[in-house]
């Protein structure tokens, strides 16, 4: 840093010091936040949350590792740059960065992020934020109804369409609040980077002033008791855009987009600003000074009747890390977003057919297509209104708590397809060690499977339309027709199955997935060099509850007969001049589990994988398990005691609930580690990385690396894990979840 800057941050430092000393200081962003906000995001108590990490015995441990330590020894050596590790590709990326950070700029800079960072982080915007997001809503589904309208290769007359789309719909917008901010411990000590900022602003500015003129007139800056900002205040009407014409006229796009922002600018105002107000840093946009010069005099974000949780859970002197709030209307706003995620159906599936078709369909053809399409979309979104339900208002908060971080997300809107009324009986059944799962309980309401029967046969319908038009000849077409023909029946079969016995007595019950811990094996494939120590394996399987457990075991054969018939009618074909090759499916073996009965089909020889590991269905005391492991899932048919912790632990009723043990993910991890050292351990030279610089300082032997492995696992222990709880209180839903950490310090570690 040049001499004269440094001089200057040390008198505006004096200046800044007497001026911010007596003002106001707010204890959290939701103390100015004002209670009109849109959205709301903010992180905070950061540096009680690193110091956990970054003082605890397990990172100290690796710190103090033979791998770490040599490679902090290579780094602080000659130029920082990793000189030892040859050309080694991050070496340019490292060398780089640490000469930036050990510089004087770089160390003065890095002091200020590290200051802001060191409390809290957050944005927030206004109700002019979600009027843009409902235009943008707009423009799409008007630009989807004007597509069939236009000609695909016409560019121009897509752009002036876009523009006049753009026009009305953002004309008579305000320009959002939009506001980023940190809060300071020190915030004399920005004023001075403000200071600093505004000389580079000013001479930049007068290089602008130069080309178009003008730029200067629109800047402010003030320096008032508690207050220092820059700012450029301007409205639509009085920036020179002929000047800035002349400089963008040779770039299309770029002249376009400047021309949307003068028409969107108009009359209105706009004004970008740096901002140091109490002990508030901020850099903000919105249509004038109020937001920043009035910063925490309007009501407030926190007396909002829907922040109360979040008000509770401070006036229990909760220390809390992360705070949201979105309002209803822009959940609404970003439901009706999502939903016109399937208005973009037409667009596609049109383009691609307009590239295909060339002068092959109709005018005729494509009008109705075009109708139908427009139909079925919003038929669609009706279906798909109905699975997400009415939008509400979000909160939530993640805080502080004895075993880790503790966490409550609110929703204003019930839930329209689970079901809270009872606690989780299957959480029960997930074994005594599982990995992961996830549970949830339907409602009885038909109304997933039927729609999914219902969009299943529109697909079909417009398959057979559309196909003739993607294939180059009438061989292809006639092949692909001879494969729907085959496939029609079966899926006709499948479905009458589904829909007589297995939905009725599947559907709207408990359902989930799990991960569990398979027996240990010496070897897991044919083509797998054996282990000395056996390895578990993670186990999928997808478990539910069933009615009739008869009529379920009956749609499993049914589905059976299907199968071998539709691969039998394939088979036919598979002639050498045929369609598809021969294909081979045996049939299940059935037997008896657990007072139940599985089917099983065993996997051909070539898929190299042990002959444990077979799809199986299982039904037994009203649970039904899918997989791919039977022996070690069989324990899922039936009760028992399990390890969870948390919320997921919870026997209240819920709809909802998850579990993620990262202890035994690890402990798994190391196991396929040490095999993986067991291999390199056979390989010529054995377990050794060397250096290819100029140093053998970067040297491991066998000793340094497992020991920093098992001190990198056992860091990774310290994260117990997730559990959550997802309910219905009060016609609303809540989403109780904790993460679990501890140290390697305490009782329970490894």
Not at 237 to 251: K, L, Q, T
Not at 381 to 398: F, M, P
Not at 551 to 558: F, G, H, L, M, T
Request: charged share 25%.
């Amino acid at each position: 840093m040049r001499p004269r800057l440094l001089m200057l941050v040390a008198v505006a430092l004096l200046f800044a010091s007497s001026v911010f000393c007596q003002e106001k200081r707010f204890n959290n962003s939701l103390e100015f936040v004002p209670q009109d906000a849109a959205f709301y995001f903010a992180t905070m108590n950061h540096e009680k949350l690193w110091s956990q990490f970054s003082e605890s015995a397990a990172l100290k441990a690796l710190q103090d590792s033979p791998v770490n330590k040599k490679l902090r020894s290579a780094y602080r050596k000659r130029s920082r740059g990793f000189d030892q590790l040859g050309e080694n590709p991050f070496r340019y990326y490292l060398e780089g960065y640490a000469n930036t950070i050990d510089s004087i700029p770089g160390k003065a800079v890095m002091a200020y992020v590290q200051r802001i960072f060191k409390n809290e982080l957050m944005i927030y915007a206004d109700e002019n934020w979600v009027d843009l997001q409902e235009a943008f809503v707009n423009i799409n589904r008007e630009f989807v109804d004007l597509f069939a309208e236009l000609e695909l290769d016409d560019t121009e007359e897509i752009q002036e369409a876009l523009e006049l789309l753009l026009m009305e719909n953002l004309g008579d917008l305000e320009c959002p609040t939009l506001l980023f901010g940190a809060l300071l411990d020190d915030p004399a000590d920005f004023t001075s980077l403000i200071d600093v900022a505004e000389s580079f602003v000013k001479e930049f500015m007068s290089e602008i002033d130069e080309e178009v003129g003008g730029i200067s007139d629109y800047y402010r800056s003030e320096s008032q008791p508690g207050h220092r900002y820059i700012a450029l205040v301007a409205k639509g009407s009085d920036i020179p855009w002929g000047a800035f014409e002349e400089v963008m006229e040779d770039d299309e796009n770029t002249y376009l987009l400047m021309r949307i922002i003068q028409e969107l600018l108009n009359d209105k105002g706009v004004a970008v600003c740096l901002s140091v107000k109490n002990n508030v840093l901020s850099f903000s946009i919105g249509p004038s000074l109020d937001h920043v010069t009035k910063l925490g005099d309007s009501p407030k974000l926190i007396d909002h009747a829907a922040m109360k949780p979040i008000k509770d859970a401070l006036e229990a002197g909760k220390i809390l890390h992360q705070v949201h709030y979105i309002n209803q209307r822009l959940t609404e706003v970003a439901l009706e977003s999502t939903l016109d995620g399937v208005s973009g159906i037409p667009l596609i599936l049109l383009t691609a057919l307009e590239e295909a078709a060339d002068d092959l369909i109709s005018e005729q053809e494509w009008d109705e297509l075009v109708t139908d399409l427009d139909r079925d979309v919003e038929e669609l979104r009706e279906d798909l209104r109905r699975y997400y339900g009415q939008a509400g208002a979000s909160v939530g908060y993640i805080a502080a708590a004895t075993e880790g971080l503790e966490g409550f997300y609110f929703n204003d809107a019930p839930n329209p397809v689970l079901d809270s009324s009872n606690p989780m009986a299957l959480a029960q059944n997930v074994g005594a060690n599982p990995i992961l799962f996830t549970l949830a309980r339907e409602k009885a309401d038909r109304f997933q499977y039927q729609a999914l029967r219902k969009w299943t046969g529109r697909v079909l319908e417009y398959t057979d339309r559309m196909a003739p038009y993607f294939f180059e000849d009438e061989v292809e077409y006639d092949q692909f027709s001879v494969f729907m023909g085959i496939l029609r029946p079966a899926l006709k079969k499948i479905d009458e199955i589904t829909a007589k016995k297995f939905a009725p007595n599947v559907f709207g019950r408990e359902a989930g997935f799990v991960v569990g811990v398979s027996e240990a094996k010496q070897s897991w494939s044919p083509a797998m060099l054996a282990s000395h120590q056996p390895l578990s394996i993670p186990i999928p399987a997808m478990i539910s509850q069933v009615g009739d457990e008869t009529a379920v075991k009956e749609s499993v054969v049914e589905y059976q007969v299907a199968v071998m018939e539709l691969i039998k009618r394939l088979n036919a074909q598979s002639d050498p001049d045929g369609l598809f090759e021969q294909i081979t499916l045996q049939e299940f073996a059935r037997k008896e589990v657990n007072g139940g009965e599985s089917f099983t089909w065993t996997l051909p020889d070539e898929s190299y994988l042990d002959s444990s590991l077979a799809p199986h269905v299982s039904i037994a005391n009203g649970v039904m398990v899918i997989g791919i492991h039977a022996a070690s899932e069989q324990r899922l048919l039936a009760t028992g005691t399990t390890s969870l912790f948390g919320p997921a632990a919870d026997t209240k009723p819920a709809m909802a609930i998850g579990f993620f043990d990262n202890r035994l993910a690890v402990n798994l991890l190391e196991q396929w580690a040490d095999y993986g050292f067991e291999q390199w351990a056979n390989l010529d030279g054995g377990i050794q990385l060397s250096s290819n610089g100029a140093t053998q300082d970067l040297t491991m032997n066998e000793q340094d690396i497992r020991e920093s492995t098992k001190r990198l696992m056992d860091l990774f222990r310290c994260f117990h894990g997730v559990s959550s709880r997802r309910y219905e209180e009060d016609g609303k839903q809540i989403n109780h979840f904790l993460l679990k950490f501890s140290d390697l310090e305490s009782p329970d570690s490894p």
